[in-house]
């Protein structure tokens, strides 16, 4: 039977020797399957309240704290939760809170890693949403820290790689039914990005928001209202969030390359949209190449379009008329093409030659139960860190790739350099801000 189509939003329902810092691992046993797994959240509102739900359903968590630099945005996390006990400070929280077992990271992305890291280093599992970090380098530590205790439960918010429909591109992929793929084409329509300048001026802190514990890691800067930064809109800004493709490029390409098994790409080249001084672009187009895995031919040439951009006609002409969904992928195999809508069922193409293939259907389950089961020693996560850090890697670059139009950029993914364009290594590996430093990072 097919699965049913839902939306995101329904589906929410040598460098280690060089770079490593040690890992001061306070503590973890996992917790007994009897035992109630106690948890906290960084983030209280939106993706973390979200998350925070999904992660309550389960009948073995308590959520005992919350930490959110906005105070008046905790009011609904309180009311769900009314023993929940609030912080301003994650780093407090961290410190007075002794007896928990995992959290949550769902912040804006910028603090991703320092949040994550931090955790880890304590010893508690850690549920880091999308992407998994703001930088490579961030990516590659939390990878790196996570292995070295292997007790650690770890999992990214790409809840879509556990839905069945997603089971099933990956099943339909690995099982050759388009034979050997030779090229991906995947894009989203949104437009995480602005092409307006940063506004003069200042703001008035609103009461009850920490701006300073807002920016974090970050720069020091002005506030400024009407949404430009808090509460949503620091997606498109280039020193908080990662644009449209690091917002959805986690999601849409997980798929692909899970399904094609892909390792670091060879090389990158952006030929849309460049950033501007504060902001995302709008309009992305990024091509990767990848070396050559079981399930490609010699090379894996992939293509991500974003903003108002999508495949070219020729792509789209593999699909017989058939209107392009918003986000989604077509898989161009040498013995056919799988057009994978986000969140929707797959279909084959040509669909005569297809029309007596029945899909796989491996079935779908709760990516947060996951992390709760596992807590509890129960089973194992989809997208733990060792899966989640490279994928976050390979979207990062790409919106790495997008400072430098037209360049084709040559990825040294053992060194964490761009070999041919020596000054991008500031956007691999960022520097904190005074006093904002993070072991490990």
Not at 61 to 67: E, R, T, Y
């Amino acid at each position: 039977m097919a699965a049913p189509r839902i939306s995101r939003r329904a589906a929410l329902g040598g460098l280690a020797a060089s770079f490593a810092a040690p890992a001061l691992f306070r503590r973890h046993a996992l917790a007994a399957p009897s035992e109630t797994v106690r948890h906290a959240s960084f983030g209280a509102s939106g993706m973390a309240l979200a998350d925070v739900r999904s992660l309550a359903s389960h009948p073995n968590f308590k959520l005992v704290a919350v930490a959110d630099v906005d105070l008046k945005r905790t009011g609904e996390i309180k009311s769900l939760f009314p023993d929940v006990k609030i912080y301003q400070d994650w780093r407090k929280l961290l410190d007075e809170e002794k007896g928990l077992d995992s959290v949550n990271v769902s912040t804006p992305d910028h603090m991703h890693a320092p949040i994550g890291m931090s955790a880890l280093q304590r010893g508690l599992h850690v549920y880091g949403q999308k992407p998994l970090t703001q930088t490579i380098y961030e990516a590659r530590r939390l990878t790196e820290v996570a292995a070295q205790n292997p007790k650690l439960v770890t999992q990214m918010g790409i809840q879509i790689h556990s839905h069945a429909v997603h089971r099933q591109v990956v099943a339909t992929i690995q099982s050759g039914a388009i034979g050997a793929v030779k090229e991906v084409h995947s894009w989203s329509g949104k437009q995480w990005g602005d092409r307006n300048p940063r506004p003069a001026g200042a703001d008035p802190v609103p009461e009850g928001l920490d701006w300073e514990g807002w920016l974090g890691v970050a720069s020091s800067r002005p506030y400024l209202g009407k949404g430009y930064y808090h509460p949503g809109n620091w997606r498109k800004r280039l020193d908080f969030g990662t644009g449209t493709f690091g917002d959805m490029g986690c999601h849409i390409l997980d798929p692909v390359y899970e399904s094609l098994a892909l390792t670091a790409p060879k090389t990158v080249r952006s030929d849309g949209d460049a950033p501007g001084e504060d902001s995302w672009g709008l309009d992305v187009r990024v091509h990767y190449v990848f070396p050559k895995t079981p399930h490609t031919a010699e090379e894996l040439v992939l293509h991500w379009y974003n903003g108002g951009n999508r495949p070219p006609e020729e792509i789209k002409s593999h699909l017989g008329g058939r209107e392009l969904s918003s986000q989604g992928s077509i898989y161009i195999g040498s013995e056919g093409v799988l057009y994978s809508p986000y969140i929707d069922t797959p279909v084959l193409f040509p669909v005569d030659k297809f029309k007596e293939t029945k899909l796989p259907d491996p079935g779908g389950s709760n990516h947060w139960h996951q992390f709760v089961n596992a807590c509890r020693g129960e089973g194992k996560t989809s997208a733990p860190f060792a899966y989640a850090g490279p994928l976050t890697e390979t979207v990062l670059l790409g919106c790495l790739s997008t400072r430098y139009p037209g360049t084709t950029l040559e990825w040294d993914p053992a060194g964490l350099k761009v070999t041919n364009v020596p000054e991008a290594s500031p956007f691999i590996r960022k520097k904190y801000r005074a006093g904002w430093e993070v072991e490990g990072l």
